[in-house]
């Protein structure tokens, strides 16, 4: 990889000062854990970039249907590194359940990001928490996922119904013995490698619909130790090769109900919120490993006489990294941070889950365009070169092109978004909280961001249903971009450099400017690599007075 990678070898914890700051805001308790973050952002640095270069490559898991004995046993050959590695990451997940903060679990996901190693741990980790929360009579699974003996996976995609989870038609059939499971499910991330799987299926006499849908928990070796479903075949995919994805095909599959048939839905729901804030930080993840990349280039690469750096149109490019780094940061660990508030709660929920699954739409939508943005500038940054698989910027672009699908494209997003406005009024804590910071603030960009809000927020609340979903995804981007706005500034009490970003974002993404020029002017705003042009940040561990 040294050959492949500027960013490679790299501490990417000490090299990300806008994470220490976005923490900072959201859980000061985080400078406790910071030698923890120091050797995290070492692992995911180096040893990771290793391993998923190798699978990316050359060896992605591969599907062993039988056994010497001719038995079925569908499972996937996996990379020995690619094995090793997940079972060291497997602590992001374990320390949320004894009173740890899922500020850690996304900031270490946002400093993997990769794609296909943070998705096995994804649902693994969405596996242990509907077991924890609506399923403790198999806590002894979900110790097992925590300790990375087991892996978890979350089947809901059928293909008939993709993100609309109403069309499944996955049967439950309760006999003497317990819950049977009938059909198949066409997208499953985790097949083959999954211990124990989360699945969406309709019990006999339930009614159509999503709210018809209950939850299972699904092994993959029933109690009397057979093969419990079939993996058909594992897909061909463009990106994510890390983790194996496939059909799995049911037929009297032994599974166990998940809390009340009733609420399947809505736990299924938590599943994709804790899902969707997983996409939002892996996005800024992989845009920011991009971004390490291009800094490095520019500095290293002459064009017309002069480091790449040097010229303007480079450093307006830059600029526009930058700001939509933090902003979509800051997006991603306010819902965060609203998550952390309500997770516990169960159905029915009050407006301050409503709230946090409200936030997390526009976040995990919006982040996602970040990330395709700031890769694709990064390849273009790179020349030639960036367009070529065997330079890391490539595989960087390539897999944020998958943040948005993953877990429901930009329309499903909106849809989700209207639905919880117009039936639990969720944006009204948002605008609640965020209307006075920017009153506050006064400058023209906050106004703008003021006025900005609400135009959306009408758009969506008093046109007809018809109207309403037609500039649905159009409202959802905009309203997202005034809230990052509103965070950019929150985010300058501390560093004044974010009152910078905060007026950028607003120019460009609110009033549909080019950035100004005065920009230019400002190099802490672009010139990431000189960590002395910061005014104001907080201590990384080597700063920090001997104890």
Known sequence: MRYQSYAYGQNHWDRDPDLRHVLARYWPAYVEHMPAFERFGELVGREAYEVADHVDHAAPPVLVMHDLDGRRVDRVRMSPAEVALLTRLASMNSGVYDGGSWHRHYAEGYLLADPGLYCIMTITNQTAYVIHKYAPEHAAWKDRLLRGEFWGATWMTEVQGGSDLGANTLRAVHTGSGWRLDGEKYFTSGAGLSDVAVVTARPEGAGDGPKGLALFLVPRVDESGALNYRVRRLKDKSATRAVPSGEVEFEGSQAFLVGRPEHGIYYTLELLTVSRLANAVAAMGIARKAHLEVLERVQRRHAFGRPLADHPLVRRDLTDMEVRIAGGLALSFHAVDLFQRAWTETPPYTTRYHAARFVSHLAKNRTADHAQAVTGLAMELFGGVG?????????????????????????????????????????????????????????????????????????????????????????????????????????????????????????????????????????????????????????????????
């Open 387 to 547: 367009f070529l698989e065997e330079y890391a910027v490539a595989r960087w672009h390539r897999e944020a092109l998958i943040t948005p699908i993953w877990e429901g494209p930009s329309n499903v997003q909106a849809l989700d978004l209207m639905e919880a406005m117009q039936k639990k009024q969720a944006h009204q804590t948002l605008l609640a909280d965020l209307v006075p910071r920017l009153q506050r603030v006064g400058t023209p960009e906050a106004r703008l961001a003021i006025e900005t809000m609400e135009q959306a927020v009408d758009r969506l609340t008093t046109s007809s249903p018809d109207e309403a979903q037609w500039h649905a995804k159009d409202a959802t981007a905009r309203l997202a971009d005034a809230v990052q706005v509103a965070l950019l500034y929150d985010l300058a009490a501390a560093a004044p450099r974010y009152g910078s970003l905060a007026a950028l974002y607003a120019r460009r993404f609110l009033g549909g400017e080019e950035y100004p020029a005065w920009a230019l002017g400002c190099p802490e705003v672009w010139k990431m690599w000189d960590s002395d042009l910061w005014s104001s940040h907080p201590p990384s561990p080597r700063e920090l007075p001997a104890q």
